[in-house]
Nanobody, 122 residues
């Protein structure tokens, strides 16, 4: 299994980015997937997840600004991030595990990508 993120960068507050996670070795129809971020000096937190049926979940701080989606034909998951804020800065990872991702303990995840850095300046 391999997860490869891309799309991060340095943007100003209010701008947008779209992150991508290309997956190989797993079947989207059988795996939930999540975007998890880690801000400097903080623990990783789950930002958004999408389940096998395409149902999305978000933390309150990104609701209405971020949209998680997936293209099963391309084995790719996306995170569209609009109205970015400085507090969204961090390394963003995609991860997956069998069973439900949303609300799961991060140590339960089986696979992680290498991460893509998002930096939002004020």
């Amino acid at each position: 299994v391999q997860l490869v993120e891309s799309g991060g960068g340095l943007v100003q507050s209010g701008e947008s980015l779209r992150l991508s996670c290309v997956a190989s070795g797993i079947t989207f129809s059988r795996h939930d997937m999540s975007w998890v971020r880690q801000a400097p000096g903080k623990e990783r937190e789950e930002v958004a997840a999408i389940d096998k049926d395409g149902i999305a979940s978000y933390i309150d701080s990104v609701k209405g600004r971020f949209t998680i989606s997936q293209d099963t034909a391309k084995s790719t998951m996306y995170l569209q991030m609009n109205e970015l804020k400085p507090e969204d800065t961090g390394m963003y990872y995609c991860g997956t595990k069998l069973g439900q991702c949303w609300g799961a303990k991060l140590y339960e995840y089986e696979y992680w990508g290498q991460g893509t850095q998002v930096t939002v300046s004020s």
